[in-house]
């Protein structure tokens, strides 16, 4: 018997596009997430962004809520249960959603690892992956790269962002 999560991933090229195609994210947020990821270097930052509804159903960001990593590892993270649940609850009670989920990665692209993958648990949500690598910093502003991912089904699908 072959458990499912030693089975790859179908390539997302071979699979329609949940959507969206592009995601807009507040500026005031995008800033508070890399400074958050810079705070926390070494390790891996992570934190949630709550909306008014799912990124995949066309919710807009409102706040960004950081969170502990739990690991404080340098390689992988995993949101504090505490953050988890204190940030989920008031999602609930505001009836907002999960819009998105994030992390840095302090030597890698950002692009979802494995790990990363196996991990999603918000289909409809963002994964929002900012670098730290220098490789990925944008040399014009300095800025570390911050790209977006639908990750459904264990499959990974780039969403254009846009920071306003």
Known sequence: MVDEADVAAP????????GPSEAMLPRSIAEA??????DEYPNEAC???AGTGYAGHGGAALR???CRN???SPYRYSIHPD????VLVAIDDADEAVWGIVHSHVRSSAVPSLTDIGLAQFPDALYILVSLADEETDRATGRPSM???RIVDKATFEVALVVR
């Open 11 to 18: 390539p997302a090229s071979d699979l329609a596009h949940p």
């Open 33 to 38: 997430i890399v400074t958050q990821a810079r």
């Open 47 to 49: 934190g949630i962004i």
């Open 64 to 66: 960004y809520e950081a």
């Open 70 to 72: 739990e690991a404080a």
């Open 83 to 86: 953050d988890a649940f204190r």
């Open 147 to 149: 790209r977006a991912w």
